[in-house]
């Protein structure tokens, strides 16, 4: 059924990108970065679970529908019990919700990094994150 395997939306998009996203595509994983630069992506989370929520209640009226994709939450660069926190708070929330492990704070890094064209990996000091990016798309490094 998905038009997409993985898709990847902020919080503080508005909420109608999400549901057109949802509802025309029905991905199967939906990454949610949450960054330390973005200030309102964490207190957004609520509310944009409890958007996809009901996308996702919606989708599942519909006859042969079974419809549940992962979303999965990424810390960025703040504390993953944080993120763990709101998401345990937001009621309610689809029903597989999950947070992946938290990144180390390397915001300025991968701006340089985008800035020359390359990836974080590819700059020294960074290959290590190659890792971390692969298991996020690939195995869903999840708790």
Known sequence: MATYDYIVIDTDSPPEDMVTMMSNNYPDTIVIPINKSQKRSLN???SFLDTAADVEIRANREPGINYYPIFL???????QDRV???LEAANPKPKNCQVAPGMENFQDEIDS???QNKYIWD???FASTYEYFYNLCHECLII
């Open 123 to 125: 700059c020294p000091g």
């Open 84 to 86: 763990i926190s709101k």
């Open 73 to 79: 939450v990424v810390p960025l660069g703040i504390e």
């Open 113 to 115: 990094a985008l800035e």
């Open 44 to 46: 957004d989370l609520p």
